[in-house]
Structure formats: C-alpha cells, structure tokens
C-alpha cells in the first residue's frame, strides 16, 4: 500500500511539474481576429477591459504547443499547433491507453470586435462576449452564459448549453435533440429545427449541426 501511495504521489507531482503556461496579448485596433486551434481541452472567452487581446495556455511538457500571434494590416491571428505529435509508446500501449494531454486557453477580447474560431475537437466556454463571433469545431461541448451581439456555430457533434435573453434563435441539429427551459410553443419547430425571437430582437444565436444536442434557458431559468 506504501508503495502504491509513494507513485500516486509522484505521478500527481509529475503532471504539476510538467504544465507550462504562457501569455501573449496585442493592442486592437477594429481588425479581424482569426483564431486556429487544433486539438484542445478547453477554450474560455471573457470580455477585456481594455482594447487590447490576450491569450493565456497552460501546455504539458509531453504534449507541447506553439502559440503566436500575427498582426498584419488588418487582421490579427492567433494559431497553436503542436510541436512534436503525439504517439503512444508502442511498449505501454499493451497494458493501457495513453491519454494525450491538450493545452487550455484563456482569450480576452474587447467589446464589439469580429472574430472566426476554429479547431477540431475541444470545450468552449463563453464567459461574457460582445461582438460577432463565428465557431467551427468538429466536436466538443459548447457552453454559452453571456453575450451580446450574434454568435454562428456550426460543429458535428457534441453539446451545446446557451443561457440567452433578448435573442433570435435559429437552430439546425440534423440529428440532435433541442431543448428549452422556458416556454416555447409559438416558435417554429420540426424534428431538427428551432426559431423564434425571446424578448427582443437585439441578438442573434445561429446553431447548425449533424449531431449535436442543444439546450437552451434564460437567466431566469438557468
């Protein structure tokens, strides 16, 4: 039992030790922001206080990433990739499955601005948002608390929780399940589809999907 406690121990130091974080921000000047991911665990939006972007990732040593920032002209972009790729160790890969460990994000991002994020598998969550957004993502879970302004999603599969007021909602998911938390019977509904405006028409939530389910609540209901 000691022995088991001495490597739970060292493996959980290990992965501690082996996380790397780095910041990077730019000024902003009403450009475009394009932001390129591949693989992630997770991606957290918040509104920036000042007019300036800024990305944070936490990275591990056995998966490590590359993150830069271009500003050219008129646009800004932001892009990870992975270094060296990952692949199992053809001696352990007998006995278990090696998880591979994605790097997290942080973005902030000033109010009004226009951005397009893209990766392929991964979390988001949009903490508080004011602009125009476009998200891409092959699969992953999408969790939505605050914006304003419109957000386009289009992805296969996964999940999505979106807690919106004063929106216009238009929702595809050919294969997925739509759910609302609030009473919705005047909208227009088929199997894979939902429309219809809550409260005023001051927002846009545009969802288009192959599988994915989505909920939807307001901040009374959430």
């Known amino acids: 039992m000691k022995i088991l406690f001495y490597i739970s121990v060292l493996l959980i130091s290990s992965s501690i030790s082996a996380q790397k974080k780095v910041l990077k921000e730019v000024d902003f000047n009403n450009q475009n922001i394009e932001v390129q991911f591949e693989d992630i665990d997770l991606l957290e939006i918040v509104e920036a206080e000042e007019q300036k972007i800024s990305i944070s990732m936490v990275d591990y040593v056995e998966n490590p990433t590359q993150l830069e920032i271009e500003n050219v002209g008129n646009n800004i972009r932001i892009i990870s990739k992975s270094i060296i790729p990952f692949e199992p160790n053809s001696k352990t890969e007998k006995f278990c499955y090696l998880q591979p460990l994605f790097s ?4 902030s991002l000033p109010k009004g601005c226009d951005v397009e994020i893209s990766y392929k598998n991964g979390n988001i969550e949009v903490v508080s948002f004011n602009g125009s957004m476009n998200l891409r993502l092959h699969t992953g879970d999408v969790k939505i608390d605050d914006f304003k302004g419109s957000i386009t999603s289009e992805l296969l599969s996964g999940n999505i929780n979106a807690t919106i007021r004063d929106t216009e909602v238009n929702i595809i998911s050919n294969h997925g399940e739509i759910t609302t938390t609030f009473p919705s019977d005047q909208w227009q509904k088929t199997d894979n589809s939902l429309k219809g405006i809550l409260g005023i028409n ?14 939807l609540k307001t901040i009374e209901t959430q």
């Open 104 to 107: 997290s994000y942080k973005l």
């Open 202 to 215: 001051n927002n846009l939530l545009k969802v288009q999907s192959i599988n994915a389910n989505i909920t």
